[in-house]
């Protein structure tokens, strides 16, 4: 028998080392990549890109020019970044402040009043990681760079059930890197990613409604407050935004109290 004739022919190696490590055959992959081709022409290269990421597989950042619209997350639709104020500078370091925030530290009152406003906890959250309180890319790898390491959430609804409001706070590293992400977000907001809307069967920002938020570093924690209408229209005369924002804001009470555990109560007036 001829060398040709006994020789076998030899099957072309496909393989994704990713997948393999997930216990996918050289088959199942070959069907993967054969379905997330088809889905590829069919949907402008987004269904690949679906299957894979439900399968764990890391892609590329989002870019950061990237509608929030089109993954249907909400967004602010105005943004202001506060820079920390000469008061935290005792927590301008985590070494000063070791001891980690709590859900019922930071969210402890479930009624917030401000005049004739009243803001009702509808939830709260208290993650050991940052990363599940954000969406989008660069928001991912910028909050990366900040040694994040806690991330309390609370969402609110207000008692006429006509606003709605979230407030989150990131235990950083430090003043500089607290303050820097606080700006960063100054454009990441528009496109790049933001915080993630807790989940609540009574209270949520709508995807393509209009909301405002601003963010505000303090010693080496970053807050951000958002806040908007139920329905998602933008505000009127009749909307006072900066009191929901303000009430919101309760939630830093914690944060000044950790001010005084690291200098000590002030002393009193002397005479």
């Avoid at 407030?167 to 790049?192: C, H, I, K, P, W």
């Avoid at 989940?199 to 958002?226: L, Q, R, T």
């Avoid at 329905?231 to 009127?236: I, K, L, S």
Wanted: hydrophobic share 40%.
């Amino acid at each position: 028998m001829s060398a040709r004739g006994g020789s076998k022919r030899r099957r072309s190696s496909f393989e994704v080392g990713a997948l393999s490590e997930r216990g996918l055959s050289q088959r199942q992959q070959r069907v993967l990549f054969g379905v997330g081709t088809v889905l590829a022409v069919l949907l402008g290269g987004f269904g690949l890109t679906a299957i894979v990421s439900t399968l764990g597989v890391s892609g590329p950042p989002a870019d950061q020019g990237t509608p929030a619209d089109a993954i249907g997350l909400p967004r602010p639709a105005d943004y202001q970044a506060w820079p920390s104020p000469k008061l935290f500078a005792p927590i301008g370091d985590r070494k000063a402040d070791k001891t980690p925030l709590r859900a019922e530290e930071v969210f402890s009152v479930k009624n917030l009043k401000s005049g004739k406003l009243t803001l009702r906890l509808a939830a709260r959250r208290l993650d050991g990681a940052c990363a599940p309180a954000v969406w989008g890319g660069s928001v991912l790898a910028k909050l990366g760079e900040t040694g994040c390491t806690q991330a309390v959430r609370g969402l609110y609804l207000s008692a006429d059930r006509r606003y709605v409001a979230q407030y989150t706070l990131f235990n950083m590293a430090d003043a500089a890197s607290a303050e820097g992400f606080v700006q960063q977000m100054s454009t990441l907001y528009r496109g790049g990613g933001w915080v993630r809307v807790l989940e609540s069967k009574i209270a949520a920002f709508p995807a393509d409604g209009y909301s405002e938020a601003s963010g505000h570093a303090m010693g080496h924690y970053a807050g951000f407050v958002w806040v908007g209408r139920l329905d998602g229209q933008e505000a009127t005369a009749k909307d006072d935004f900066v009191s929901l924002a303000l009430s919101a804001r309760a939630a830093e009470k914690p944060i000044y109290r950790r001010i005084v555990a690291v200098t000590g109560p002030a002393a009193p007036p002397a005479g």
